[in-house]
């Protein structure tokens, strides 16, 4: 016996809008997905609150495995609204918090940058994008952490050559190279004192 046998496709309508997101995900599977009975308009509205629901409980690896279908097959059938919403710009806005909260900010960037292309007008993209770039921060970057290493290691290296060649050959060099040693490390321990509040400030 199925589970939708003696159950009308209108009160399983019905029933999966009472539904908190969580049971939203098993009624689904159980009761909509491979029942025959339910209109097209219908399922797809379900499908896509389905979806939405993995994005809600913060099941973020499977709903992105699961959009990008979902967004193509919105797209093929012209579905324009969901539920008063522009359903592509929806699905994408979503696909982009997801990989948002995953810390993966540059795929949430590239799809938050096409999005405002799309809606110029919508707010929600820009602060999304502010956020992007709080949360990477200098701290993430390559270059600014090489400073951070450079700038020790050739303070170091002229400390040696302070100890080792300029103080016993040529004394008048050492006052500029012990400066110099002074103010590399000055610059470089700010630097990464900059980059450790940088990352602090990015968890908040």
């Known amino acids: 016996m199925l589970p939708w046998d003696g159950i009308s496709p209108d009160e399983i309508y019905i029933r999966f809008y009472t539904l908190g997101y969580r049971d939203r995900l098993s009624y ?10 339910i209109g097209e308009k219908e399922k797809n509205e379900m499908a896509i609150d389905h979806l939405l629901a993995l994005f809600e409980l913060g099941k973020y690896e499977k709903f992105l495995y699961e959009v990008d279908a979902m967004i ?23 696909k ?3 990989h948002f909260n995953l810390e ?34 200098y701290w993430q970057s390559h270059l600014w952490r090489s400073f951070v290493v450079i700038g020790f290691l050739m303070s170091f290296a002229i400390y040696l050559l302070d100890i080792f060649i300029i ?25 990464m004192c900059f980059l450790c509040f940088n990352y602090i400030q990015s968890r908040w």
């Open 72 to 94: 193509e097959f919105v797209v093929n059938h012209n579905i324009y609204r969901h539920n008063g919403e522009d359903a592509f710009c929806l699905l994408l806005f979503k």
């Open 104 to 137: 993966e900010w540059d795929a949430s960037k590239t799809i938050l940058m096409q999005l405002k292309k799309i809606q110029p007008a919508e707010n929600i993209y820009q602060l999304l994008l502010y956020r992007i770039d709080r949360k990477k921060g």
């Open 96 to 98: 982009a918090a997801a």
């Open 28 to 37: 689904f599977e159980n009761f909509v997905k491979t029942n025959p009975f």
């Open 167 to 191: 103080e016993p050959f040529a004394f008048r060099w050492h006052e500029i190279a012990a400066l110099t040693v002074e103010l590399g490390l000055a610059i470089s321990f700010s630097l």
